[in-house]
């Protein structure tokens, strides 16, 4: 019997053959699991939602940071905006400075 006619519904499984074949593949193709096998889901499905409370926490904490970045983009841009408006009075303030210079040079 070849691996892929196993997989069919309602096939049964040779009475002949290697114990795992005969004892375990009639149970998975049954449906039913052995205590050690109804431990191992258990645990599995343990460590599954473990790792998806992880993965949920990991994301907020994405989300967290890339709010916080944004909120440094704005703040460094609002800095960037002051130091423009300083640079332009303190050019102003060198223009003036420069002008009444000439003008008491003039006098």
């Known amino acids: 019997v070849h691996g892929d006619a196993l997989l069919q519904p309602g096939h049964e499984l040779p009475e002949s053959g290697p114990d795992h074949v ?10 039913s699991h052995g205590p050690a096998d109804s431990a191992l889901i ?4 343990e460590q ?3 790792q998806r409370q992880r993965a949920q926490a990991a994301e ?6 890339a709010a916080k970045a944004l ?8 800095a960037e ?27």
């Open 60 to 65: 907020a904490q994405c989300a967290d940071l």
């Open 22 to 31: 005969r004892g375990r593949g009639r149970e998975a193709a049954a449906g």
């Open 81 to 107: 905006q002051e130091a423009q408006a300083t640079r332009q009075r303190a050019a102003a303030a060198e223009a003036v400075a420069h002008d009444r210079q000439q003008l008491l040079q003039a006098a």
């Open 48 to 50: 599954l939602e473990a």
């Open 42 to 45: 258990a645990s599995l499905q």
């Open 71 to 78: 909120a440094l983009d704005a703040r460094a841009a609002a």
